[in-house]
């Protein structure tokens, strides 16, 4: 096997650890705490391709892989997590659907615009008050009037979408019912312009406050019927492919918060002293450095094996989940570490860990919860798989 990076990859990486570096780690703890949507360091990412990186290049995006794009984000998401969801959301769950089932028309107009025109955000609808996890309980519907769909419901918890430069949303919606009872969901594209399309005020976080999440509500929005995200009907399909994805960016969210972590308490463990001595020299102590650098470099082999699996178009539903679970999970391990590290301090505003650690336990719940994964990966190990998956598979490993 072989672990090195592309050039490629490199680039990304190098260039997304230099802008968070020098651009957002420096107002991190400001923006958190005045709760301020980045859009100055948000239009720099976009200058920087960062924004449009696994966009292909004929629609104006920066044509990078997903493994390139997943070290990218780490690296972003070590400086900050709210830019880091941010440019998550945008990518994997925004532009990806886009150009995974668009028609040559909508890549042509809506990516276009994404990437080189407006320079906009754009937003994935999925998540309602009575719908989430449970995708089939969506309420919001679409119904075809005169050649448009008249879209009416609400979402909720959606990332990008009520900033001012947001383009509009990809949004789920009931659009029938199947022979066997269960709703048709179908993809729609809602510009924010249209008629009828308002949002909620931001929301009240423990974490990812300097990030956009807001509720929608569609009443009677009217848009043409071209603006169906690839076939009617295939909208429950197309969001779990989304998701996928979306699961393996989350993981490397949570890598790249978990080696923030790591790095303030290796930090604090040199620097703070007592009993004549640096804590680091205590054996508790490098015990707890040691767990905490093995499992990032776990997570982080996991979230790549994953994106590399998705780049030479293998199946990688089962290891997205793992990764999603694993990292989380490992950074929630390590910000509580961190802080214990720190001591008192650690449980002071003024410290980086306290923000740390109250932006850690979202990555369980956002993107499908650690219990809805584990039974993505539990299902996945007792299903009786087809010949041409477990060759699939056993060629990846």
């Not at 400001?30 to 960062?50: A, H, N, S, T, W």
């Amino acid at each position: 096997m072989n672990f090195d990076y592309t050039d490629e990859q490199r680039r990304w990486r190098e260039l997304a650890r230099e802008f968070a570096e020098g651009e957002i780690s420096p107002v991190a703890a400001k923006l958190d705490r005045e709760q301020k949507f980045p859009y100055e360091i948000v239009r720099k990412m976009c200058d920087l391709g960062l924004m449009g990186l696994t966009i292909p290049e004929e629609y104006g995006g920066s044509g990078g892989d997903f493994v390139g794009y997943n070290l990218a984000l780490e690296e972003i998401c070590r400086a900050d997590t709210s830019v880091g969801i941010t440019m998550e959301a945008h990518v994997s769950l925004g532009c990806a659907p886009i150009v995974d089932f668009g028609t040559p028309e909508q890549k042509e107009h809506y990516l276009g615009e994404i990437v080189q025109g407006g320079r906009k955000l754009w937003a994935f609808g999925l998540t309602e008050p009575n719908a989430g996890t449970d995708a089939g309980g969506t309420e919001t519907t679409a119904e075809l009037d005169g050649g448009e769909w008249v879209i009416n419901g609400e979402k909720k918890w959606i990332t990008n979408g009520g900033t001012d430069i947001t383009g509009g949303v990809t949004a789920i919606a009931k659009t029938g019912e199947r022979e066997n009872g269960k709703p048709e969901l179908t993809a729609i594209i809602i510009e924010q312009e249209r008629e009828g399309f308002t949002r909620g005020p931001g929301y009240e976080k423990t974490g990812w406050r300097a990030s956009d999440q807001r509720q929608l509500y569609f009443r009677d929005v009217r848009v043409p019927e071209s603006n169906t995200l690839g076939e009617r009907g295939n909208g429950f399909r197309q969001f779990l492919r989304t998701l996928d994805a979306g699961r393996v960016a989350v993981g490397a969210l949570s890598v790249g918060l978990a080696q923030a972590c790591f790095e303030e308490a290796l930090s604090r463990a040199k620097e703070r002293r007592q009993f004549g001595r640096a804590i680091s020299e205590f054996q508790g102590i490098q015990f707890k450095l040691a767990d905490m650098a093995m499992e990032i470099e776990l997570a982080r082999g996991m979230v790549l094996k994953a994106a590399w699996l998705k780049d030479k178009g293998r199946p990688f539903g089962r290891e997205a989940s793992m990764a999603k679970v694993f990292a989380s999970e490992t950074a929630k391990r390590a910000a509580d570490q961190a802080v214990q590290i720190w001591g008192g301090e650690g449980f002071m505003e003024t410290s980086n860990v306290a923000r740390y650690w109250r932006q850690v336990k979202i990555n369980e719940i956002g993107e499908g919860t650690s219990e809805i994964n584990r039974q993505i990966i539990a299902r996945s190990l007792l299903r009786e798989e087809s010949g041409e998956e477990v060759k699939a598979r056993m060629t990846a490993q």
